[in-house]
């Protein structure tokens, strides 16, 4: 039996691999990286088939945290230029949820920012949940800090479907990111949340510093934790952020990463989230292979792809979308790649550049 093969086999068996094997999926340079996908698809395959989940992210407010986590936007200790907002009104959510539920996503995300939300804000996050459940079949998720058992309880009675709460990063590079909540704080909140039935994302950001032994650490707490839904994010340098221009990803090592999280966590919704575009770049469609879900359009603080790109990558691939409707009805009557009627267009749209006619 190959490495690889290996590697299938014992995700598929939902046993553990050596730390000494994550090393090598992570950094090997005699691995193929292409044999390591397909080992990695075969799990996801086993699950997910081609189906790819769409999540759709609301950053229903912006700045304003009190909070020093390094690498975000939005903390205290931030000099980025983001445009701050406080809570957008129930109206403005509500559209965003229509929104998204029809360009196709199977989940909507709300994203809070701030340390934890006080018993007034939870009583009002439940109502929004509230709504947008009565009013359209779409999951929904909410990220809003820490929060303890009581807060938890009350957004699942309102119909939550999924808590996010990131990990980030492990145990032991924890206070090189942050200083205002440790760890156990994040740890806490996830427990609350599981402790009431609540399903759990929580995920990582790559690329902040930290070591392949940081990644294989929370990869493998994640696993412990049985947590359904992990964001593989790629830290994206926001001019600003204390953490700044950290990184250094090169595609490859962000799909060797995605096989790691894959072979690690076989039955979990694996997302490539923030940073897909950025550091993927060329290869970005192959994290469909390890990744069973992403982000439609764009992070919390940044950029991603169009709608449309994200959708067309997804078909031009051969995946599907878990929705109502199919990519095609979302894509409607657009297409990305216009035909090309005749040699004579082709001229002329090249006039001034690049023309495949010789010119007489
Ligand atoms: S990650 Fe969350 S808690 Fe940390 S600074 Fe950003 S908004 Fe605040």
Aim: charged residues 25%; contains cysteine; hydrophobic residues 35%.
């Amino acid at each position: 039996m190959t490495f690889y093969e290996e590697l299938t086999r014992l995700a598929l068996n939902h046993q553990p691999i050596s730390e000494p094997d994550c090393h090598r999926i992570l950094k090997d340079p005699e691995l193929n990286l292409l044999l390591l996908l397909q080992a990695a698809y075969q799990v996801r395959y086993a699950k997910w088939e081609n189906k790819v989940h769409v999540h759709v992210i609301n950053n229903a407010q912006n700045g304003h945290c009190p909070e020093d986590c390094k690498y975000c936007a939005q903390a205290k200790s931030s000099e980025s230029d983001i445009q701050d907002y406080p809570l957008k009104s129930d109206e403005e959510i509500l559209e965003e949820a229509r929104q998204a539920y029809e360009s196709g996503a199977f989940r909507y995300c709300m994203v809070f920012a701030g340390r934890g939300p006080r018993p007034k804000r939870v009583e009002k996050l439940a109502s929004l949940i509230q709504e947008i459940k009565a009013k359209y079949p779409i999951e929904v998720c909410v990220s809003a800090g820490l929060l303890d058992e009581q807060g938890a309880k009350q957004l699942k009675e309102a119909g939550l479907d999924r808590l996010n709460h990131n990990l980030n990063t492990s145990e032991s590079y924890y206070n090189r990111i942050c200083s205002t909540h440790d760890y156990q704080d994040r740890m806490n909140t996830l427990k609350a949340g599981k402790s009431v039935g609540l399903s759990l994302c929580s995920g990582v950001i790559v690329g902040m510093g930290e070591t392949d032994d940081d990644l294989i650490q929370v990869a493998q707490e994640l696993r412990q934790l049985e947590v359904p839904s992990i964001p593989v994010n790629f830290y994206m340098p926001i001019q600003g952020t204390p953490l700044g221009s950290a990184s250094g990803l090169s595609p490859q090592y962000c799909l060797r990463v995605l096989c790691l999280f894959r072979f690690l966590n076989p039955s979990s919704e694996l997302r490539v989230s923030a940073g897909r575009e950025f550091h993927l770049r060329s290869l970005e469609v192959m994290s469909l292979y390890p990744a069973n879900s992403l982000f439609l359009d764009g992070y919390l603080n940044a950029k991603g792809s169009q709608a449309q790109t994200t959708l067309q990558m997804i078909k031009d691939a051969g995946f599907s979308i878990c929705s109502d409707f199919s990519v095609d009805d979302v894509l409607g009557k657009t297409t990305l790649s216009p035909e090309l009627k005749s040699l004579k267009d082709l001229k002329k749209a090249s006039d001034s550049s690049f023309s495949l006619v010789p010119k007489a």
